[in-house]
Every structure is written in C-alpha cells, then in structure tokens.
C-alpha cells in the first residue's frame, strides 16, 4: 500500500517560486504532478522515473517547472519558478501509472492535494 502526503502549497506574487513536496511511504516506480483549476479538467504537469530519472513536462510548464527525487526520502519535488496566476490550482501527485503517465485514469495512488495561488 502506496501513501503519497503533500506539502509547500501556498500563496505567492507573480513571478515567485514555489516547491512542492510529495513524501511517498512504501515502494513506488514513478511519480507525477497533476493540477486541476476550479471548473477545469484536471491536467499533467510533470512525471519522473525511479529507475534512470527521466523527466516529462506538459508545454504549459517546460522551462518554468523542475520535478526531481530524493531517493533517500522517497520524496519527490516540484520545484515551480516564474508563477504566473494561470499556476493557480490544486496540486496533486500521484504514482505508479498503470499505462500512460500523462493521463489522469492512468494512476492508483494520489495525494492530498495542495492548494497554489499565485496573485498577479
């Protein structure tokens, strides 16, 4: 049984960074960050694999957002630089996807939720 406990969720200014926390109890492969806006679908943000660390990043985030590990902590991160309120939503990570990373349905386990505002 996979836990995933959320952190560092917060309200921030345009332009200031944020780093989101995901601690994971009990083995797990791979990790992804999800967001979902109030009235929007909820969305892929980033994904990353234990086994060599490849990273994925949706259009919207790449070259804003760094997902990383520590595989001592079984933690995930996301760090978040440039916000912009367009950011702001419920952050989620989930693990394990059973087929497509990228896609919502795709995972079993999935955190709390994080709430992020970024205030313009």
Avoid: H
Wanted: aromatic fraction near 16%; hydrophobic fraction near 35%.
């Amino acid at each position: 049984q996979v836990q995933l406990v959320e952190s560092g969720g917060g309200l921030v200014q345009t332009g200031n960074s944020l780093r989101l926390s995901c601690a994971a109890s009990g083995s797990i492969n791979a990790m992804a960050w999800f967001r979902q806006a109030p009235g929007k679908e909820r969305e892929f943000v980033a994904a990353i694999y234990w086994s060599d660390g490849s990273t994925y990043y949706a259009d919207s985030v790449k070259d804003r957002f760094t997902i990383s590990r520590d595989n001592a902590k079984n933690t995930v991160y996301l760090q978040m630089n440039s916000l912009k309120p367009e950011d702001t939503a419920v952050y989620y990570c989930a693990a394990d996807p059973t087929r497509y990373f990228y896609y919502t349905a795709s995972y079993y386990y999935w955190g709390q939720g994080t709430q992020v505002t970024v205030s313009s």
